[in-house]
Nanobody, 125 residues
Framework: QVQLVESGGGLVQAGGSLRLSCAAS????????MGWFRQAPEKEREFVAT???????FYSDSVKGRFTISRDNAKNTVYLQMNSLKPEDPAVYYC???????????????????WGQGTQVTVSS
């Protein structure tokens, strides 16, 4: 089993930055693809970014060029650096782990095996 705990959310002004962290326990994340998703009120959870076990990345069009996903396998942690935050970015942000041993960039919720509890991001205009 893998436990994922997100942190780093909060209130930021539009145009500002936040860095989210996702710390894992229970097993190493080294062989997992990791992803970030977000869910705004009354909306479905949506894909934000993913990083493969070898470090390749893929982003949704809505965050490409503004957000950066990265991983530190030594710390068993995945990050989401969010810059130039916009009024449409507020949501609960979730990290997730895909335990399939493959070099992949999963974007669907169903591809992930473990989820964190989420961290709230609020953007003021």
């Amino acid at each position: 089993q893998v436990q994922l705990v997100e942190s780093g959310g909060g209130l930021v002004q539009a145009g500002g930055s936040l860095r989210l962290s996702c710390a894992a326990s229970g097993r190493t994340l080294r062989t997992y693809a990791m992803g970030w998703f977000r869910q705004a009120p009354e909306k479905e959870r949506e894909f934000v970014a993913t990083i493969s076990r070898i470090g390749s990345t893929f982003y949704s069009d809505s965050v490409k060029g503004r957000f950066t996903i990265s991983r530190d396998n030594a710390k068993n942690t995945v990050y989401l650096q969010m810059n130039s935050l916009k009024p449409e970015d507020p949501a609960v942000y979730y990290c997730a782990a895909d335990a399939t041993f493959a070099v992949s960039l999963p974007t669907a919720l169903s591809e992930y095996d473990y989820w964190g509890q989420g961290t709230q991001v609020t953007v003021s205009s």
